[in-house]
């Protein structure tokens, strides 16, 4: 019979379904492990090869594990709420709760077909009541703890999806989905208070065993700031405004203050400011500046006339203006101008003629030429600062911010996350308003509040969830009062829904509990994640924040929730990332069809390094159908009982170390070429044993698990074949087997063979040198002569020369 996977890889799935091999064991003794994938987002288009690469990856691991007699967590869900779907929908008429339950059972069939082996007894969906209820729960846990918030905020608001967006979805002013250019707006939302972890985010960091970029990636984003906050004293009032900076040291070369356009002061002191109207006017046309990319920007802003700022430090009037570089949700939202200094502060000082004043000059051994067009960023030595001349940089911040009262201060670039969405595919925000009683949060005995099956969900100019227009589920009895109420329509972010599903899979049908506390423990944290590279900030981040308050309610023993992650490379083709909208991707459907789940699982490890971006080629994917070929036909020259090959049985022990590690380490790329000269050694052999065939399917089936399972059911005992390759275990090595060949190295003494010794090839030029000089015949030639020079070849000779 023909290598057929159309004939056995159905089978094979079904009855790995059937028997539940692949289903984690609660209450289970001994070792365990948590391999999870970061769960997709349905989308009507599928998945293509290049999604299936980071599940090829856990799925092998898992198996692996499974055989090494791990108790192995592996599940898979649905992100399923979010604006593709709504965005889709729209479109096509078709209600999102439809599609999405369209596109995720395509999803899961594909998944199915590529022999991925899920504990789909765990399966959990985002949009089901059963589990947003929990989403909500957390929302009103984190409320009771006061980390939840209201207000007014400057939002990003994308004009096409109509919704607002987080400024993690906000890519160089453009909306990250659509990318249409993102305005400013200023409505009331909600925010989770991120903040307040700043510090225990930035530095558990150190404790994950994560690819280094990430972890950059995410410290940058928190972006720890040190620095100072400084008072300059307004003239002519007992106000004073609080600048925080960076660089304390160039006090004295601040030549003006810049307050941002909510500044309070303008508010404050109006009646002193004698162009209120043109301020005013300045305020309404800059609208709220909230992205972090202050420096592109072109830096515009008034002169507040009738109000001036006193320097500390020498006490000089200096003006101050309102603009729109500086932004009111960072520090206090004034900063101290110092052009000489900081290139955006010399951009506007040079717009509108104010003074630069030199008070740094680089310390020698850093002499890099001062350029007229650009501000001197860097530290050194003080200058034009009066007795702190001469000072250095770093002692001069101490100092300077000593002498005028300033305080030293720790600011992080890390907003609040504003999680409401102005759009109606998400999981409802459980508050109700009344007139009397004000915010009331949902009792948590009324939960889940539903999501309305609404056929009008068009988001409208409104600034207003579609939600608000559905009388019955707005219009509620307030749960204080009794008296009318309404709810509050906004839905969440998904990132919510995402920031503690992995907590659920422990314990999916729990009605009482998210999870409950003895579950999570026997399961988590997580051992192993593996997902894109594209989630460095946003889910990781969030997910990391909530584990740390589900901790400090002590609902979970641990504060970080992955332990370890791996991104995998991205597939390309045709030389482009593998997508959708360039037209470039392949289909799994079709190619399981041609070759089979195995071939394409094989083919996904084999094709590079599984952290880098590798091109898809349709040459390899035939070297690979190939090799599963040779596996197969292997089978006709199996023999029961002993044979006698050394060579073979070596080679095979080297690849069950080979293999193993290398499984270990993601370098599955390897492990796969390993097999590949293994099975060439076999398919020379006229005969090879039982025992060595077993070693070869067992080490592959994590891999290629439905030849390897069938191969296995074809050749096993009666009692092994009932049940699977994958309850038999991992195959051990015989570490005496794989001891390095011994080679033979010549020894000359001057340039004349006088011995040879057997030796490990890796031998240094030391070792063997003392080794030479040791031998009785070599001795006898060198007696008390001088040894001159050595020579040394590798794995070959080394003469001793007198
Ligand atoms: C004076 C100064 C002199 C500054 C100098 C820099 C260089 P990071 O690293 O981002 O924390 N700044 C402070 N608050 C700001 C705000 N709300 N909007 C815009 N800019 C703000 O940078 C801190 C520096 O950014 C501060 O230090 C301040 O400018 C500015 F030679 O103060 B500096
Ligand atoms: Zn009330």
């Given at each position: 019979m023909e290598y057929s996977p159309q004939q056995i890889e159905k089978k094979w799935q079904r009855r790995w379904q059937e028997k539940g091999l692949f289903e984690a064991k609660d209450k289970a003794p001994g070792k365990k492990i948590s391999c999870l994938d970061m769960f997709p987002y349905p989308s009507a288009e599928g998945l293509h090869v290049g999604h299936l690469r980071g599940y090829t990856f856990t799925d092998v691991i898992s198996k692996k594990k499974i055989m090494e007699g791990f108790n192995v967590l592996h599940p898979m869900g649905w992100d399923?709420?979010?604006?593709p779907a709504e965005n889709y929908a729209l479109k096509t008429g078709i209600h999102p709760a439809k599609l999405t339950k369209k596109s995720i059972r395509n999803f899961k069939k594909q998944l199915t077909d590529a022999g991925f082996g899920y504990d789909w007894s765990r399966e959990i969906y985002s949009c089901d009541p059963e589990y947003y209820q929990w989403t909500q729960w957390l929302f009103l846990k984190l409320y009771e703890q006061g980390l939840v918030y209201r207000k007014k905020a400057p939002v990003n608001w994308c004009p096409s999806c109509k919704t607002v967006l987080a400024n993690e979805q906000v890519v160089e002013g453009k909306c990250e989905r659509c990318s249409s250019l993102v305005k400013n707006r200023y409505l009331k939302q909600w925010f989770f208070k991120i903040t307040q972890y700043a510090s225990r985010l930035l530095k558990d960091l150190d404790k994950l065993d994560w690819p280094p970029e990430i972890k950059t990636m995410q410290r940058n984003w928190i972006g720890r700031s040190e620095g100072s906050e400084i008072q300059f004293g307004v003239s002519n009032s007992d106000y004073q405004i609080n600048v925080f900076t960076?660089?304390?040291?160039t006090l004295f070369g601040c030549t003006y203050l810049v307050i941002s356009p909510q500044h309070e002061i303008i508010e404050d002191l109006k009646s002193k400011i004698k162009n209120l109207k043109e301020i005013k006017g300045y305020l309404k046309k800059s609208g709220f500046q909230i992205e972090r990319e202050r420096i592109s920007k072109e830096k515009t802003g008034v002169k507040i006339s009738g109000l001036r700022a006193i320097n500390p430090a020498n006490q000089e009037k200096i003006p101050i203006f309102v603009g729109d570089y500086v932004l009111k949700e960072y520090g206090t939202g004034a900063i101290m101008a110092v052009p000489a200094h900081d290139q955006r502060d010399f951009e506007f000082a040079r717009k509108h003629n104010l003074p630069i004043i030199r008070v740094i000059k680089p310390s020698r051994g850093n002499n890099r030429k001062i350029k007229n067009d650009k501000a001197y960023e860097g530290e050194g030595i003080l200058i034009?600062?009066?007795?702190?001349?001469?000072?250095?940089s770093s002692k001069a911040k101490e100092e300077i911010t000593e002498f005028v009262g300033g305080q030293k201060k720790v600011y992080y670039q890390l907003r609040d996350w504003l999680i409401s969405r102005q759009r109606y595919w998400g999981t409802p925000i459980p508050v109700i308003y009344c007139d009397k009683c004000g915010v009331v949060p949902v009792p948590s005995q009324d939960l889940p509040v539903k999501l309305p099956m609404i056929e009008d969900f068009k988001p409208s100019e409104a600034k207003k969830s579609p939600l608000a227009n559905n009388e019955d589920f707005l219009k509620v009895k307030c749960p204080?009062?009794?008296?009318p109420a309404e709810r509050e329509t906004d839905t969440m972010d998904t990132f919510v829904d995402s920031?503690?599903?992995?907590?659920?899979?422990?314990?999916?049908?729990?009605?009482?509990?998210?999870?409950s506390k003895e579950k999570i423990n026997q399961w988590l944290p997580v051992d192993l994640y593996v997902g894109g590279a594209e989630h460095a900030v946003m889910h990781l981040l969030y997910a990391r924040f909530i584990a740390k308050f589900l901790h400090g309610q002590e609902l979970i023993d641990f504060d970080e929730p992955f332990v370890k992650l791996f991104n995998q490379g991205l597939i390309y083709y045709q030389g482009a990332k593998m997508s959708k909208s360039r037209g470039n991707v392949i289909n799994p459907n079709q190619f399981i069809e041609k070759y089979g789940a195995d071939t394409m699982r094989v083919y996904q490890l084999f094709m590079g390094p599984s952290d880098q971006a590798t091109e898809w080629s349709d040459q390899g994917v035939i070297g690979v159908w190939r090799f599963l070929n040779k596996v197969w036909g292997l089978k006709t020259k199996v023999k029961n009982e002993k044979i006698k090959d050394p060579q073979l049985d070596k080679l095979v022990h080297q690849t069950i170390k080979k293999v193993g590690e290398d499984i270990e380490e993601f370098r599955f790329n390897t492990a796969v070429s390993a097999l590949m000269i293994l099975v060439n050694e076999m398919n020379k052999c006229s005969s090879i044993s039982l025992s060595n065939f077993k070693v070869l399917l067992k080490l592959l089936a994590p891999m290629a698990p439905h030849v390897c399972e069938e191969l296995w059911c074809q050749v096993a005992d009666d009692s092994e074949k009932i049940s699977s390759i994958f309850s038999e275990e991992w195959p051990p090595y015989n570490p005496q087997l794989i001891k390095p060949e011994q080679i033979t190295l010549v020894i000359q003494v001057n340039g004349k063979i006088r011995d040879k010794v057997k030796v490990d090839p890796q031998i240094s030029k030391g070792e063997a040198q003392k080794l030479a000089l040791s031998r009785p015949k070599v001795k006898k030639r060198i007696q008390s002569k001088k040894v001159k020079k050595i020579v040394f070849v590798p794995q070959k000779l080394i003469n001793i020369v007198t």
């Open positions: 399923a709420f979010g604006l960076t660089r304390p040291d034009n600062s009066q007795k702190f001349s001469g000072m250095d204080k009062c009794g008296g920031s503690w599903y992995y907590l659920r899979y422990t314990d999916p049908s729990n009605q009482k509990e998210f999870a």
